[in-house]
């Protein structure tokens, strides 16, 4: 309401962001209170019936024939809204995501928990990062670039890289339990992750630098033979697992779409 008939185009970004704000609280108030005006009865199948007609017009909507003109047909508009709203969904998800993890760390810090500390931590990281992030953008100046770029690059991105580096080892010790002599198959396995393993570093080039870059030897190189098990029989395996993956969120789709699923609204399994 705020932001579209109270602030016009030009108007301050401090402006925007207290409109955006004063639309979240008005409207999630209001629809709040509307919920809680329905007795407790009709809250389910209130629900349910929100949920199958969302499904519903996406459905009818994919599979109703378009105008060939507009490539749209009558619930295109439709459509279009509705996932406007779902992105507003996702943004009261950020807001609530953000408030149970103040509400977790903060009765860490209050009742003196084991671990207190690292709750205190995580406070001082996320108001530092906010901060900056902040400052950075609503008052860019040279200060604020290099203190955002303090934080992000020269500690975010290098516990990034410091924990990435010490998973790479796990990684290694459970490829060796897992793949264990102790069949042609495994042995296969075994085999084929130390190619892959080792063709993606430079020792691995290194060791077979002496094989010739041009001609059928070139295949025996190593770095070679781990982009061919990535590119051809990995790629078939992990199609095939994707393809797996996507039958399976079909599945999951329709038993939310007909809130059969346990635990997406109720307490027990329709």
Known sequence: ???????????????WVLGVLGDFLIFGGILFGLLQLVPVRF????????????????SV???????????????????????????????FALGLGTFNLIRFHGGNVIRNR?????????????????????WSYYCPS?????????????????????????IGFYIVSAAYRAFRIRSAEATLMLLAAFIVMVGQVPVGAYITSGLPEVGPLRNLR????????LSQPNMAAQRGIWFGIEVGALAMALRQWLSLERGSFFEREL
């Open 142 to 166: 040279k200060a604020a670039e290099n203190t955002y770029n303090m934080l992000f690059e020269g500690i975010v991105a290098s516990l990034g890289a410091t924990m990435f580096s010490t």
């Open 222 to 229: 190593l770095e070679n033979l781990s982009y061919w098990i």
């Open 114 to 134: 084991a671990g207190w500390f690292y709750s205190l931590i995580f406070f001082i990281s996320f108001f530092a990062m906010a901060g900056a992030g902040f």
């Open 61 to 91: 909507e994919f599979f109703y024939p378009a105008d060939p003109k507009t490539q749209m047909n009558f619930l295109t508009p439709l459509r279009i809204k509705l996932g406007e709203a779902t992105k507003v969904v996702y943004a």
């Open 1 to 15: 309401m705020f932001t579209r008939f109270l602030i016009k185009p030009g108007a301050p970004q401090w402006l």
């Open 43 to 58: 809250r389910r199948p209130l629900i349910v019936a929100l949920t199958f007609i969302a499904g519903l017009i996406y």
